[in-house]
């Protein structure tokens, strides 16, 4: 089954940058549509897709010319570079595997640990 480890959060300040990181397990991983998700309270919400051979990508609005999503299928990772940041960009990041990469529901049940990105002054 299909895990993921997310890491490269921490505390930021507005204006600073940020590249997470997500690094899956599992042999799909090179054909896997695959999405960052941030979850700042109840809800986790969707922000950037990419496709699995990374040559579309898709944002939501509100993060748009902000975030960058991109992939290395060789070492099956997942990126997130974020600048600049924004006070209500602080949330907890994951990464999943996705039915589609404009909004798509994620496909794991199982979500990794996520990582912490507080940006604060």
């Known amino acids: 089954q299909v895990s993921f480890v997310e890491s490269g959060g921490g505390l930021v300040q507005p204006g600073g940058s940020l590249r997470l990181s997500c690094t899956a397990s599992?042999?799909?991983?090179?054909?896997?549509?695959m999405a960052w998700f941030r979850q700042a309270g109840k809800e986790r919400e969707f922000v950037a897709g990419i496709?699995?051979?990374?040559?579309?990508?898709y944002y939501t609005e509100s993060v748009q010319g902000r975030f960058t999503i991109s992939r290395d299928n060789t070492v099956n990772k997942v990126y997130l570079q974020i600048d600049p940041l924004q006070p209500e960009d602080t949330a907890r990041y994951y990464c999943?595997?996705?039915?589609?990469?404009?909004?798509?529901?994620?496909?794991?049940?199982?979500w990794g640990q996520g990582t912490p990105v507080p940006v604060s002054s």
């Open positions: 999943n595997r996705v039915s589609t990469i404009i909004g798509g529901t994620p496909l794991n049940s199982n």
């Open positions: 599992g042999s799909t991983f090179r054909h896997d549509d």
């Open positions: 496709h699995w051979r990374g040559i579309q990508t």
